[in-house]
């Protein structure tokens, strides 16, 4: 079965940087557009990233040219750089592809 397991939260301050990866397997991974999604408490989930079956990436304006999606088709796996992290960033980063999700990450950016 399929199944997307994020890793690399945790607590950084304000101008910080984290890197996200989701581990993937039970799908031909090469095959399909990868995405990261966010969801902040009392806040309805957001599209962060995506990137494309042949890599090209799409991001929402509010992480535009600081955070980077990539993917290794020969790992399976998914990541996310996040520099110049603001607070409003703190949310529970998911991995997702098609209609199904990971569990999610947490990501907190505080002083």
Do not use: H
Not at 32 to 55: D, N, T
């Amino acid at each position: 079965q399929v199944q997307l397991v994020e890793s690399g939260g945790g607590l950084v301050q304000p101008g910080g940087s984290l890197s996200l990866s989701c581990a993937a397997s039970g799908f031909s991974f090469s095959s399909y557009a990868m995405s990261w999604y966010r969801q902040a408490p009392g806040k309805e989930r957001e599209l962060v990233a995506v990137v494309s079956v042949g890599g090209a990436e799409t991001y929402s304006d509010s992480v535009k040219g600081r955070f980077t999606i990539s993917r290794d088709n020969g790992k399976n796996m998914l990541f996310l750089q996040m520099n110049s992290l603001k607070p409003e960033d703190t949310a529970v980063y998911l991995c997702n592809t098609r209609r199904f999700w990971g569990r999610g990450t947490q990501v907190t950016v505080s002083s």
